[in-house]
């Protein structure tokens, strides 16, 4: 059954970048859409981007559009959430998920395969 592992968390001041990945285990992503949300502190969890199995269907929750840029490289069963132009509202633990239909970033559309969450810290 596939796994996700996700990675490339830390501590990042504001206006600073960072690169997360979510690398499969045990099968391969090339079928699944797959989906980047984060929890922050007290809050519920969100989701941030997704991006379909083919590539060709890019979404983005309104506050990370322009900064964040998801891809994928299903040679490296890996997809990648480039964010750049941190700021402290970012702070969260992000989490990939992986589904076999359509992309979205709604939450409840993910039953199963999420990875363990990588901490994203952005303060000075």
């Known amino acids: 059954q596939l796994q996700l592992v996700e990675s490339g968390g830390g501590l990042v001041q504001p206006g600073g970048s960072l690169r997360l990945s979510c690398a499969a285990t045990?099968?391969?992503?090339?079928?699944?859409?797959i989906g980047w949300f984060r929890q922050a502190p007290g809050k519920e969890r969100e989701g941030v981007s997704c991006?379909?199995?083919?590539?060709?269907?890019?979404v983005y929750e309104d506050s990370v559009k322009g900064r964040f840029t998801i891809s994928r490289d299903n040679a490296k069963n890996t997809v990648y959430l480039e964010m750049n132009s941190l700021k402290p509202e970012d702070t969260a633990v992000y989490f990939c998920a992986a589904r076999l239909r359509s992309c979205t970033i709604d939450v409840q559309g993910y039953v199963g395969v999420w990875g363990q969450g990588t901490l994203v810290t952005v303060s000075s």
């Open positions: 991006i379909s199995s083919s590539g060709n269907h890019l």
């Open positions: 045990r099968s391969t992503l090339d079928y699944y859409a």
